[in-house]
T-cell receptor, first 116, second 112 residues
């Protein structure tokens, strides 16, 4: 079983619909992230969370919201989806070792969202 | 802000050819540097990393050396295989909060 699980893996929806992408992890990591991947643009950070009570905006947070329901769960919502939010979305986790951040991210397999 | 620049792609090579993928960065302080690989239909996974100047990261025959003087972290492999076909991302972390900044990625195709 995957350590970082994303659901759904694929979703097609219409403009204006509310969409939630869910992420759960069994790695015991405290830090979780949502990235978006677009061809030619690489990965861009949407939101990140260092623990349940800590949520931070990334570089492209407009149009998105998140919820950290528990240490192991981090969901991404699109309140009113629009076509330019069509992309591949990745959840990732990381861990801090003592006072040093390892910097390594562990990714889920991605959720492909298409907004018509 | 921090940024990562990768060479333009895609790259197509024959099996057993030598591979170089260029990566340069801009950052304040002393970042850690990473190469991630994304195989078709999968998420990204760490290929190698280096945490300080002159460190060499290596894994699966790939190598990259952290060059502070040229702000570079070029990925190399002496003999590529068809199974190396994937998208490769260079990334940096400022270490303070473990946010990673990624380059745009480059697609490598290796033909038999």
């Amino acid at each position: 079983d995957a350590d970082v699980t994303q659901t759904p893996r694929n979703r097609i929806t219409k403009t204006g619909k509310r969409i939630m992408l869910e992420c759960s992890q069994t790695k015991g990591h405290d830090r979780m992230y949502w990235y978006r991947q677009d061809p030619g643009l690489g990965l861009r950070l949407i939101y990140y969370s260092f623990d349940v009570k800590d949520i931070n905006k990334g570089e492209i947070s407009d149009g998105y919201s998140v919820s950290r329901q528990a240490q192991a769960k981090f969901s991404l919502s699109l309140e009113s989806a629009i076509p330019n939010q069509t992309a591949l979305y990745f959840c990732a986790t990381s861990v801090r070792t003592g006072t040093v951040n390892t910097g390594e991210l562990f990714f889920g397999e991605g959720s492909r969202l298409t907004v018509l | 802000g921090d940024s990562v620049t990768q060479m333009e792609g895609p790259v197509t090579l024959s099996e057993e050819a030598f591979l170089t993928i260029n990566c340069t960065y801009t950052a304040t302080g002393y970042p850690s540097l990473f190469w991630y690989v994304q195989y078709p239909g999968e998420g990204l996974q760490l290929l190698l990393k280096a945490t300080k100047a002159d460190d060499k990261g290596s894994n699966k025959g790939f190598e990259a050396t952290y060059r502070k003087e040229t702000t570079s972290f070029h990925l190399e492999k002496g003999s590529v295989q068809v199974s190396d076909s994937a998208v490769y991302f260079c990334a940096l972390s400022d270490g303070a909060n473990s946010k990673l900044t990624f380059g745009k990625g480059i697609t490598l195709s290796v033909r038999p």
